[in-house]
């Protein structure tokens, strides 16, 4: 373990390396697999009905007896269900995103549950910092998935967000390698979570023809778009140039819904359907170049961070 690390110690881990609660990708085998690797896996509850987040969680206690935690995306339509769940089941780890950080927090914590809430800007960073959050995820615009209207970047939202709050900042968007983690860590990261080079491991519950497409990836294959929504960052295909087009002729915001319709996100990284539905991946995938175990990819990370932490001291 990294003793004076302060993202080890809040959550009990060997590596201050964070894997993302993506839906559709995020399931119990990737979550236990990192958790077993020394960092920290996270269930994806955004995509599970209530009694699939449960049992999720109990075959994720029985595969792993390190800590593990659930990203719970704020807006899901069932969110009082989940959160009891998570009390239930026992779980010490809750990321919360997309949502107000002071409706869930004072609660979880009430249960002993550490809380994590993931921001793209300062401003909720000091929001989540006010609502009692552990720590903060600082995700910047290269992230794949729902982004932030401010397109910050990673490297200048880090150094700000770590200016902004004194609990530990752990960077997210545009990290796939040691060297990257490593940038993180000069700007003032204490942690990184990584999610596009977790989708393309061999755990992951993304559907194999998203994972092939992924590790085919290029540079400028993925866009933010859908912005008179939510912003998201996702990977160009026909959904993509139709959502182009539809905001080319100044669609309404209705237009907008009714194109994106329900279930895009299934259809696209669950269901593989790589031309209709919505294919959720950061800008990283295009350095991506194969599909790995989790614990190889965990151990490839922190060995190569360690290497250059030493390279550049030489420098
Ligand atoms: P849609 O409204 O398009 O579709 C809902 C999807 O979620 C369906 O595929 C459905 O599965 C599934 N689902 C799971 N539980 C429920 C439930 N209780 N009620 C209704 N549907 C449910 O939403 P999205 O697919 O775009 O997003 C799903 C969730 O993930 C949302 O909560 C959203 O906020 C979150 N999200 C988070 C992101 C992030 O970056 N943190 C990115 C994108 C989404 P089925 O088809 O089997 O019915």
């Not at 200048?156 to 490593?182: F, N, R, T």
């Amino acid at each position: 373990m990294m003793n004076k690390n302060r993202i080890c110690q809040l959550f009990g881990i060997q590596y201050p390396l964070i894997q993302a609660g993506m839906i559709w990708c995020s399931n119990w085998e990737l979550a236990a697999a990192v958790s077993n690797a020394g960092g920290l896996g996270l269930i994806g509850s955004g995509s599970m009905y209530p009694d699939i987040l449960r049992e999720q969680i109990r075959k994720c206690k029985v595969a792993t007896h390190k800590p593990f935690g659930v990203n719970v995306p704020l807006l899901y339509p069932d969110i009082e269900k989940h959160i009891q769940i998570i009390i239930e089941e026992g779980v010490k780890i809750v990321f919360t995103s997309a949502g107000n950080p002071k409706t869930w927090t004072a609660k979880l914590k009430e249960y002993g549950i550490t809380v994590v809430h993931v921001v793209a800007n300062i401003k909720f960073a000091q929001k989540a910092a006010d609502a009692g959050v552990d720590a903060v995820v600082a995700e910047g615009f290269e992230a794949g998935g729902h982004n932030g209207r401010e397109e910050t970047t990673t490297l200048v939202l880090i150094p700000m967000v770590k200016q902004a709050v004194s609990i530990p900042v752990i960077a997210a968007g545009g990290i796939a390698s040691g060297k990257q983690m490593l940038a993180c860590f000069a700007l003032g990261a204490e942690g990184v979570q990584i999610g596009s080079r977790f989708v393309a491991s061999a755990e992951s519950s993304a559907h194999q023809a998203f994972k092939d497409a992924v590790i085919r990836a290029n540079e400028g294959d993925t866009q933010l778009t859908l912005k008179q929504l939510v912003p998201v960052r996702l990977m160009r295909n026909k959904f993509f140039n139709d959502v182009q087009a539809a905001e080319n002729r100044c669609a309404t915001v209705e237009e907008l819904e009714q194109l994106l319709g329900r279930g895009r996100a299934k259809k696209g990284m669950y269901e593989g359907d790589l031309n209709e539905g919505e294919l959720e991946i950061g800008q990283v995938s295009a350095a991506i170049k194969t599909i790995m175990p989790a614990a190889a990819i965990v151990q490839e990370i922190m060995t190569e961070f360690e290497n250059e932490k030493n390279r550049i001291a030489e420098l």
